[in-house]
Nanobody, 118 residues
Framework: QVQLVESGGGLVQPGGSTRLSCAAS????????MMWYRQAPGKQRELVAS????????NYADSVKGRFTISRDNAKNTVALQMNELKPEDTAVYYC???????????WGQGTQVTVSS
């Protein structure tokens, strides 16, 4: 059974930090690029950060560049998103996504809420 289970997030003050984790199971994690997306109320889902299957390359949305860091551990089948200098506009549901490196096939987590507010 394929699972992507996000954890972390919650309520964070502006300027604060939090770390999201995504635990994968049921598929060959090392054959998938991993992404974090987010969706704020009334807005489209947007790509926040991505990391290749071997962690050789990362990419970030301009809005989070320099503040967020994506990482993965293929031995533990996990991907993380370290979020620093959080802003109210970072408030959203954050989703973990796994995309196969060769075929058009992906998996989604259920999402975790991050709210940045004082």
């Amino acid at each position: 059974q394929v699972q992507l289970v996000e954890s972390g997030g919650g309520l964070v003050q502006p300027g604060g930090s939090t770390r999201l984790s995504c635990a994968a199971s049921g598929f060959t994690f090392s054959r998938y690029d991993m992404m974090w997306y987010r969706q704020a109320p009334g807005k489209q889902r947007e790509l926040v950060a991505s990391i290749t299957s071997a962690a050789s390359s990362t990419n970030y949305a301009d809005s989070v560049k320099g503040r967020f860091t994506i990482s993965r551990d293929n031995a533990k089948n996990t991907v993380a998103l370290q979020m620093n200098e959080l802003k109210p506009e970072d408030t959203a549901v954050y989703y973990c996504n796994a995309r196969h490196i060769q075929i058009a096939h992906d998996y989604w987590g259920q999402g975790t809420q991050v709210t940045v507010s004082s």
